[in-house]
């Protein structure tokens, strides 16, 4: 029930970003999820969120922002609310923190609607006969192992696994780059515990591609508290839902989802909750359910949320619990290899792990599927001759599977692309392939129309002339 006339509470304990603020009567706790401000000696105010209730009146809560400075005895106002925050034309091209409030040093937002970040209820699903009567709308991406291998399809989620500088951002930042462009469609970025370094160049780099005006974006970096790490994915799908009820595709970037679950993980632990045998929190699955089930088509909302969501893979351990939590969600699995980095093959897909649902022939049709099925069959055969010719050499080979080795180092590099966001790095001009493009090119390789062409001459190429 909600508090209707909040009384001032005490903070009588502060543990990092753990406060426990006691209230005179039972009756004035506030709910959990509900705010609470207070402020420092200096004057600052401190946001609060409810995490539990404990005996003697007592609300314990989770931080938004730093401590220091808090005192005990401070008073604490609850404002009977969750968070909540605003919604509109006001915050494209603008940078907010998980409270809804500027961070870009570019003035306050202009008057709009306001919502919480967190939903009790969810709008009806579309149901399994609306959804049999969609049509999947493939979304060309210009990136070639993407359109061929991982078909990007509106209203899916997508993950882009990989451990330390695999290059998970900069392929976010070019998707981003293609997709808003070629479908002048609607996009929010959600930086969630990741560094304020890559949040400046995001900003700078969609300016530069003057793409800044369709674009909101939400910010909760590594530096902050648990409470904001963990607030700021929620923040940027409450964004992206109230672009989805204006009848418009939106998609939804997360750098990283990981540290969503691992802020998840922090809290639980600051509350001294027991964690589950794998050490991570025991409601892991229900956070991670809690942010992925807000991702879909809902009847009375016209448009779609499509997401491509950054996972931070700890230690290359594919089989961590928290990876495998969010593995469960996704449409497309994109699984980015250190071993292909070190080749230089990017962008460092692997395509023998990675995996898609949206390769299907009844969404990509039936040209697309043979060419797809052939090329991993190749890449297939090349991995496992590979092993061979590094023990005897290629000298050794038949003369069929020697060909077949050749045409799987072909496929391999033609499937690098030079990236726009990159080329201050590579010092090559970025390349925006079709798919029509790169089925010819691998229909060309594929059917022996190149084998007389060097390998050299398939890496780090667009279009193949």
């Known amino acids: 029930m909600e508090n209707k006339n909040p009384a001032i509470g005490k903070v009588i304990s502060v543990q990092g970003p753990v406060v426990d603020v006691q209230f005179a009567q039972a009756a004035d706790v506030p709910n959990i999820s509900d705010v609470i401000h207070t402020y420092t000696v200096g004057k600052e105010k401190i946001i609060l969120e409810v995490a539990e209730h404990l005996t003697g009146n007592i609300a314990r809560c989770i931080s938004i922002d730093s401590t220091i400075d808090l005192q005990r005895n401070a008073p604490a106002h609850p404002t009977g609310k969750p968070i909540q925050i605003p919604i509109g034309q006001s915050l494209y091209g603008r940078i907010v923190n998980v409270s809804g409030v500027p961070i870009d040093n570019l003035g306050p937002l202009g008057p709009g609607e306001v919502r919480p970040i967190r939903r009790d209820q969810l709008g009806s699903r579309v149901g399994k006969k609306e959804l049999a009567q969609q049509s999947f709308e493939v979304m060309p991406t210009g990136v070639k192992i993407i359109d061929l291998l991982f078909p990007f399809v509106k209203g899916t989620k997508t993950g882009v ?55 909101k974006m939400v910010f909760g970096q590594m530096n902050e508290p648990p409470g904001a790490r963990f607030g700021a994915a929620m ?114 897909i692997d395509p023998l792990t990675s995996s898609s649902a949206n390769l299907d022939q009844d969404i990509v049709g039936e040209r697309h599927f043979k060419v797809a099925q052939e090329v991993i069959r190749v890449l297939q055969k090349h991995d496992e001759l590979k092993r061979i010719v590094m023990v005897i050499g290629i000298d050794e080979l038949s ?27 590579t010092g090559k001009k970025g390349e925006f392939v079709t798919t029509e493009q790169t089925l010819e090119g691998c229909e060309k390789i594929i059917a022996g129309r190149v084998d007389r062409v060097p390998a050299e001459e398939f890496y780090m190429v667009g279009a193949l002339s």
């Open 399 to 425: 003369a069929s599977d020697r060909i077949i080795y050749e045409r799987g180092r072909k496929i391999q590099n033609f499937l690098t692309q030079p990236f726009f966001v990159a080329e201050a790095y």
């Open 235 to 348: 923040t940027g799908i409450t964004l992206a839902e109230s672009i989805q009820r204006e009848n418009r595709d939106v998609l939804l970037f997360v750098d990283n989802i990981f540290r969503f679950i691992q802020a998840g993980a922090e809290i639980s632990t600051l509350l001294g909750r027991v964690p589950s045998e794998t050490g991570y929190q025991p409601t892991l699955i229900a956070e991670a359910s809690e942010f992925h089930e807000r991702i879909r088509s809902v009847q009375e909302a016209g448009g779609s949320i499509t997401s491509m969501e950054a996972v931070y893979v700890p230690a290359d351990d594919l089989t961590d619990p928290a990876v495998v939590a969010i593995f469960s969600f996704l449409d497309n699995v994109l699984i980015l290899s250190r071993e292909r980095i070190q080749l230089g093959l990017y962008p460092a």
């Open 161 to 215: 696994l990989g451990g330390a500088a695999l290059g998970k951002t900069i392929l976010t930042l070019e998707m981003i780059q293609h997709i808003v462009k070629a479908y002048e469609g609607r996009c929010v970025f959600a930086g969630v515990g990741e560094r304020i370094r890559e949040g400046n160049e995001l900003f700078y780099e969609l300016q530069k591609h003057e793409i800044l005006d369709k674009v």
